[in-house]
């Protein structure tokens, strides 16, 4: 897929999913999940197999084995994975999905009062950028596997999705505000740098993901310099694609 077409498509998605006008999108962005309670991601019986399984993906992977695991310690027959016609995506998801949902309440910002000053929207979306990065720490030696699934064609429309929906979690909880066509480009930018960077973690020894953090500090520079959207793209192709060759090495595939 070459970069002006997927660049499209980001952009394409974010449009699909947000506002069409500044009007438009004060009446129905800015209510988000402040204002009116949301219902839960999952139906309760989906939900349950899918925590259950949850558990066990750090030593099956993200795969029909935990969900059938996860069924049975829930109390399901076997069967009951057939709530998930998806199959292994639907386990990734509800990780991509329940992890974004708690940003809102794990990531807490502290202004320094007396010194008067506060955290600034670059800050805050660099603190929640790298708490959601965190997050896949307990899976992060299965992530690769997880990236495979997500680049499988009949799944990339879902995955962008909900990397949209991730990004614009991100600048919100930040308290962006902006209304004009830099709300587009701002969370698109930020789809590729976090794709990027979290492609990058699942490859780092470093002491406490040191070196993902300086990875994504760097990224973050980028967008601020002329042409930065298409140079964090460029890296997660890059990253992207020699994760999913790896993956498919690993299974056998002579590639």
């Not at 999913?17 to 999108?25: D, E, K, L, N």
């Not at 992890?99 to 670059?122: C, N």
């Not at 298409?230 to 890059?238: H, K, Q, Y």
Request: neutral net charge; contains cysteine.
């Amino acid at each position: 897929m070459a970069p002006v077409r997927l660049s499209s498509l980001l952009l394409g998605t974010f449009r699909a999913t947000s506002c069409r006008s500044a009007a438009v999108w004060r009446q129905r962005c800015l209510y988000h999940s402040y204002d009116y309670a949301q219902a839960p991601p999952f139906p309760q019986a989906e939900s349950t197999i899918l925590s259950s399984a949850y558990a066990h993906v750090p030593s099956y992977g993200f795969t029909i084995d935990a969900l059938k695991l996860g069924a049975r310690d829930a109390g399901y027959l076997d069967a009951s994975t057939n709530l998930f016609p998806r199959g292994a995506f639907d386990l990734v998801n509800y990780h991509l999905v329940t992890q974004r949902l708690a940003l809102k309440d794990g990531v807490q910002f502290l202004d320094h009062e007396e010194s008067g000053k506060k955290m600034g929207v670059g800050s805050k979306v660099r603190t929640l950028t790298l708490a959601r990065l965190r997050a896949n720490e307990p899976v992060i030696h299965r992530w690769q596997e997880a990236l495979a699934i997500m680049a499988q064609p009949s799944y990339i429309p879902a995955s962008l999705s909900e990397l949209a929906k991730l990004a614009d979690e991100i600048w919100f909880l930040a308290g962006d505000q902006s209304v004009n066509s830099s709300w587009y480009s701002k969370r698109a930018s930020l789809s590729t740098i976090y794709s990027a960077t979290e492609t990058y973690m699942t490859q780092d020894k470093s002491p406490d993901f040191l070196e993902t953090e300086q990875f994504l500090d760097n990224r973050l520079e980028d967008l601020m310099k002329v042409g930065g959207f298409m140079g964090v793209l460029g890296e997660w192709m890059n990253y992207t694609g020699h994760a999913t060759v790896n993956v498919l090495r690993s299974k056998g595939v002579r590639i």
